[in-house]
């Protein structure tokens, strides 16, 4: 029997911060974020809910009427040395760190961080690991809320993008990406029985 499974993925709202390389730093959502997020499920009914633990994506998930699971490969980009630092400061004090990093953010990470490569690799795991979970509870819809360079990465692996095509993924605060998850029978043992499509269509 196939099923076809839906799976939302829910970028956090506006914050407190300013522009600041905003990965692993501990911000919460502002007042404006909190009402994005609101606006963004209006017509959403997941059954199944997961988060990336850092309060602007956490905060929010645990006050929506569904259990929540926790997961780590879901936290933003961590950004090392530049983590809650302004983004203008840091271009004065690492020019030249900052311009390789964004030449090629796949293979070059900033001092202490990870690179995109990594980031796309730990959320791809979770986010095949938590669909296998869907569809062996006959889940019908999944909702992931995590951060904007996650949710790219995801996107970008998914469509075989490469890391500069990232940066021409629009995502908004609170803003919504959608896929479209459909079982089959595998032809072999070892074959994913699953086929993950992004889902363009009407969703309210």
């Known amino acids: 029997m196939t099923i076809s499974l839906r799976v939302s993925l829910l970028r956090h709202g506006h914050t407190t911060s300013g522009p600041v390389y905003r990965g692993r730093v ?14 963004a499920m209006q017509g959403l009914q997941p059954d199944m809910l997961v988060t990336s633990p850092l ?30 630092v ?21 293979d070059v990470s900033p001092p202490g961080g990870e690179n995109l490569a990594q980031v796309q690799a730990r959320a791809m795991a979770a986010l095949h690991e938590h669909i296998e979970t869907a569809i062996d509870q006959a889940k019908t819809h999944l909702l992931i809320v995590s951060h904007g360079g996650v949710i790219r990465c995801l996107l970008g692996k998914l ?3 490469s890391s500069q095509g990232l940066f021409h993924l629009y995502l908004p605060y609170a803003g919504l990406a ?10 072999e043992m070892d074959q994913q029985g699953y086929h993950i499509s992004l889902d363009l269509g009407k969703q309210n």
């Open 86 to 106: 302004d983004r203008d400061q840091v271009w004065q004090q690492d020019q030249a760190a900052v311009e390789a990093f964004w030449a090629n953010p796949m």
């Open 178 to 187: 959608h896929l479209k998850v459909d079982t089959f029978q595998p032809h």
């Open 26 to 39: 501990d911000v919460p959502l502002s007042d404006k974020g909190w009402q994005q997020m609101q606006d």
């Open 159 to 161: 469509l075989h993008m």
């Open 55 to 84: 309060q602007r994506c956490a905060d929010f998930a645990q006050s929506l009427d569904i259990p929540v699971i926790t997961d780590e490969r879901f936290l933003e980009m961590d950004f090392g040395a530049w983590d809650g």
